[in-house]
Nanobody, 117 residues
Framework: QVRLVESGGGLVQAGGSLRLSCEASGDIGVIDAMGWYRQAPGKQRELVAAIESGGKTNYPDFVKGRLAISRDDAKDTVDLTLDRLKPEDTAVYYC???????????WGQGTQVAVSS
């Protein structure tokens, strides 16, 4: 059983920082990419940031300049920091792990993030 254990989130003040961590375990094989997606109420799931095994980072424009993402391949963990939070950052955040073989994706159960102003 592959498990993605997420930590962080909760109620966060606007202007503050969000810090999320995810640890992957189980027979997951070789990991290609790790990162985070989010889904706000009534919206589609969208990419926040992902980092490939070689260190290349992918992220959309709405997090540019306030994002930090890193991974520890020895521990199979990925950490995300999102600064200068806005109420529109409120969403359920999901850990994402992509296996190299077949490009198969695994998802965490999601952690709720609520940004209050």
């Amino acid at each position: 059983q592959v498990r993605l254990v997420e930590s962080g989130g909760g109620l966060v003040q606007a202007g503050g920082s969000l810090r999320l961590s995810c640890e992957a375990s189980g027979d997951i094989g070789v990991i290609d990419a790790m990162g985070w997606y989010r889904q706000a109420p009534g919206k589609q799931r969208e990419l926040v940031a992902a980092i490939e095994s070689g260190g290349k980072t992918n992220y959309p424009d709405f997090v540019k300049g306030r994002l930090a993402i890193s991974r520890d391949d020895a521990k199979d963990t990925v950490d995300l920091t999102l600064d200068r939070l806005k109420p529109e950052d409120t969403a359920v955040y999901y850990c994402y792990v992509r296996r190299l073989r077949y490009s198969f994706a695994f998802w965490g159960q999601g952690t709720q993030v609520a940004v209050s102003s």
